[in-house]
Protein backbone atom coordinates (compact mmCIF):
# COMPACT_ATOMS: atom_id res chain seq x y z
CA UNK A 1 0.00 0.00 0.00
CA UNK A 2 1.40 3.13 -0.99
CA UNK A 3 0.62 6.51 0.64
CA UNK A 4 0.30 9.82 -1.25
CA UNK A 5 -0.40 13.42 0.35
CA UNK A 6 -2.63 15.51 -2.12
CA UNK A 7 -2.98 18.37 -0.69
CA UNK A 8 -5.35 20.55 2.34
CA UNK A 9 -9.10 19.85 2.83
CA UNK A 10 -8.95 23.60 1.60
CA UNK A 11 -8.03 22.87 -1.81
CA UNK A 12 -11.03 21.05 -2.41
CA UNK A 13 -14.12 22.70 -3.28
CA UNK A 14 -17.52 21.01 -1.11
CA UNK A 15 -18.87 18.89 -3.20
CA UNK A 16 -17.09 19.39 -6.80
CA UNK A 17 -15.20 16.89 -8.54
CA UNK A 18 -10.94 17.31 -8.31
CA UNK A 19 -8.79 15.77 -10.55
CA UNK A 20 -5.73 14.11 -9.02
CA UNK A 21 -3.47 12.26 -11.38
CA UNK A 22 -1.06 9.79 -9.69
CA UNK A 23 0.94 7.75 -12.60
CA UNK A 24 -1.19 6.73 -15.01
CA UNK A 25 -4.30 6.78 -12.70
CA UNK A 26 -6.77 9.57 -12.96
CA UNK A 27 -8.60 10.25 -10.14
CA UNK A 28 -11.80 12.15 -9.37
CA UNK A 29 -11.64 13.83 -5.75
CA UNK A 30 -14.69 14.44 -3.86
CA UNK A 31 -14.62 16.72 -0.61
CA UNK A 32 -17.79 15.70 0.59
CA UNK A 33 -18.57 19.17 3.25
CA UNK A 34 -18.37 17.03 6.25
CA UNK A 35 -15.00 16.51 6.80
CA UNK A 36 -14.23 13.62 4.59
CA UNK A 37 -13.06 12.85 1.24
CA UNK A 38 -13.99 10.51 -1.45
CA UNK A 39 -12.15 8.89 -4.31
CA UNK A 40 -13.03 6.98 -7.30
CA UNK A 41 -11.43 6.61 -11.17
CA UNK A 42 -12.56 9.37 -12.82
CA UNK A 43 -14.07 7.22 -16.22
CA UNK A 44 -17.45 6.43 -15.99
CA UNK A 45 -18.23 2.83 -16.50
CA UNK A 46 -20.83 4.16 -19.41
CA UNK A 47 -18.80 5.95 -21.76
CA UNK A 48 -15.88 7.33 -20.21
CA UNK A 49 -17.55 10.29 -18.82
CA UNK A 50 -15.65 12.47 -17.07
CA UNK A 51 -16.77 11.82 -13.22
CA UNK A 52 -14.76 15.25 -12.09
CA UNK A 53 -17.43 17.01 -13.79
CA UNK A 54 -20.44 15.51 -12.26
CA UNK A 55 -23.03 17.01 -9.86
CA UNK A 56 -22.77 15.29 -6.44
CA UNK A 57 -25.40 14.91 -4.17
CA UNK A 58 -26.44 12.50 -1.67
CA UNK A 59 -23.15 10.41 -1.24
CA UNK A 60 -23.31 9.97 -5.27
CA UNK A 61 -22.04 11.64 -8.38
CA UNK A 62 -24.26 11.88 -11.13
CA UNK A 63 -22.22 11.56 -14.48
CA UNK A 64 -22.19 14.53 -16.85
CA UNK A 65 -23.00 13.02 -19.76
CA UNK A 66 -25.63 10.73 -19.11
CA UNK A 67 -26.35 11.00 -15.33
CA UNK A 68 -26.00 7.79 -14.33
CA UNK A 69 -25.74 7.78 -10.76
CA UNK A 70 -22.54 6.42 -9.29
CA UNK A 71 -21.70 5.70 -5.01
CA UNK A 72 -18.78 7.28 -3.76
CA UNK A 73 -18.51 4.85 -1.00
CA UNK A 74 -18.31 2.19 -2.91
CA UNK A 75 -18.28 2.55 -6.68
CA UNK A 76 -21.52 0.69 -7.67
CA UNK A 77 -23.57 2.13 -10.52
CA UNK A 78 -27.11 2.62 -8.96
CA UNK A 79 -30.36 0.65 -10.87
CA UNK A 80 -31.41 0.85 -13.32
CA UNK A 81 -27.95 1.44 -14.74
CA UNK A 82 -24.98 -0.94 -14.00
CA UNK A 83 -21.63 -1.30 -13.15
CA UNK A 84 -19.30 -0.31 -10.85
CA UNK A 85 -16.14 2.32 -10.89
CA UNK A 86 -12.69 1.80 -8.90
CA UNK A 87 -12.72 3.51 -5.13
CA UNK A 88 -9.85 4.46 -3.30
CA UNK A 89 -9.23 4.93 0.55
CA UNK A 90 -8.78 8.64 1.58
CA UNK A 91 -8.29 9.94 5.18
CA UNK A 92 -8.20 13.87 5.99
CA UNK A 93 -6.00 14.38 9.22
CA UNK A 94 -6.87 16.61 12.10
CA UNK A 95 -5.17 19.66 10.16
CA UNK A 96 -6.64 18.75 7.35
CA UNK A 97 -4.25 17.08 5.41
CA UNK A 98 -5.30 14.51 2.75
CA UNK A 99 -3.54 11.11 1.84
CA UNK A 100 -4.50 8.70 -0.59
CA UNK A 101 -3.89 5.12 -0.54
CA UNK A 102 -3.08 3.10 -3.19
CA UNK A 103 -2.49 -0.64 -3.78
CA UNK A 104 0.25 -1.29 -6.08
CA UNK A 105 -2.07 -3.22 -8.58
CA UNK A 106 -4.18 -0.09 -8.56
CA UNK A 107 -0.98 1.73 -9.94
CA UNK A 108 0.03 1.40 -13.91
CA UNK A 109 3.20 3.38 -13.86
CA UNK A 110 4.99 3.60 -16.67
S1 LIG B 1 -20.72 8.22 -19.87
FE1 LIG B 1 -21.43 8.32 -17.83
S2 LIG B 1 -23.54 7.97 -18.00
FE2 LIG B 1 -22.83 7.82 -20.05
Redesign the pocket.
Given at each position: MQQFKVGHISEFPERRGKVVKLGDVELAMFNMGDGTVKAVENS??????K?SEGIVCDGHVY??????KISLTNGIVQAP?EGCVKTYNVTVDGSGGVTLSIDGAQMRVS
Open positions: CPHKQGLCPLHDWD
